[in-house]
Nanobody, 123 residues
Framework: QVQLVESGGGLVQAGGSLRLSCVAS????????MDWYRQAPGKQRELVAT???????DYPDSVRGRFTISRDNDKSAVYLRMISLKPEDTGVYYC?????????????????WGQGTQVTVSS
């Protein structure tokens, strides 16, 4: 089976920084995009960063310039560096990956999720 394990969440004051890590393991043949989502209490899960296998990153305006996503393809890992954190950044952060379990070009792509890590930003 496939597992994504996040780490690095915690409690930080407004203006502080955190670095989240996520490592994928299991029967993965290839990983396409790797993403970070967050879900605040009472709100829908939202995408906060995405990176392609080639390293192209994108962000919503709400975090652009403050969050930086990166990945290490050799380690099947993705990272999220967050600076200038705001109380509205509080939520559970989830790592997600689009991956193939088969080597064939026509192999289906699946989306996998981590268990989430809590980020709390105090004012």
């Amino acid at each position: 089976q496939v597992q994504l394990v996040e780490s690095g969440g915690g409690l930080v004051q407004a203006g502080g920084s955190l670095r989240l890590s996520c490592v994928a393991s299991g029967r993965i043949k290839s990983i396409n995009t790797m993403d970070w989502y967050r879900q605040a209490p009472g709100k829908q899960r939202e995408l906060v960063a995405t990176v392609t296998s080639g390293g192209t990153a994108d962000y919503p305006d709400s975090v652009r310039g403050r969050f930086t996503i990166s990945r290490d393809n050799d380690k099947s890992a993705v990272y999220l560096r967050m600076i200038s954190l705001k109380p509205e950044d509080t939520g559970v952060y989830y790592c997600s990956a689009e991956a193939k379990l088969g080597a064939a070009v026509e192999s289906p792509v699946y989306r996998f999720w981590g268990q989430g890590t809590q980020v709390t930003v105090s004012s």
